[in-house]
Nanobody, 126 residues
Framework: QLQLVESGGGLVQPGGSLRLSCVGS????????IGWFRQAPGKEREGISC????????EYADSVKDRFTISRDNGKNTVYLQLDSLKPEDTAVYHC???????????????????WGQGTQVTVSS
């Protein structure tokens, strides 16, 4: 069974950091663009970052630029999202997704991806 599995979420104080992981289960993430999205209660899903299959192209939403960093380790079949300088408004369920293509494209933030993980909860609170 092909799955994306996220982990690394938790409760952190404002200004803190977390590193989220997205692992391909049953298939290789190599060559595929991976997007990260989040959804807070009562809010629309937000595309926050995308990395191409080669890792050479990374994209960020303005809301997280300069605070979040996306990276990948194809040897570990994992895409990471480093979250720094966290704010209460970053509280959400974070999902990774792929459409099994190598590029993010110009509309990645819309979330038209065919395969999604179950998500990991990030809560930023004092």
């Amino acid at each position: 069974q092909l799955q994306l599995v996220e982990s690394g979420g938790g409760l952190v104080q404002p200004g803190g950091s977390l590193r989220l992981s997205c692992v391909g289960s049953g298939f290789s993430l190599d060559y595929y663009a991976i997007g990260w999205f989040r959804q807070a209660p009562g809010k629309e899903r937000e595309g926050i970052s995308c990395i191409s299959g080669s890792g050479g192209d990374v994209e960020y939403a303005d809301s997280v630029k300069d605070r979040f960093t996306i990276s990948r380790d194809n040897g570990k079949n994992t895409v990471y999202l480093q979250l720094d300088s966290l704010k209460p408004e970053d509280t959400a369920v974070y999902h990774c997704a792929t459409d099994y293509i190598p590029t993010c494209g110009s509309s990645w933030h819309r979330g038209d991806f065919g395969s999604w993980g179950q998500g990991t909860q990030v809560t930023v609170s004092s």
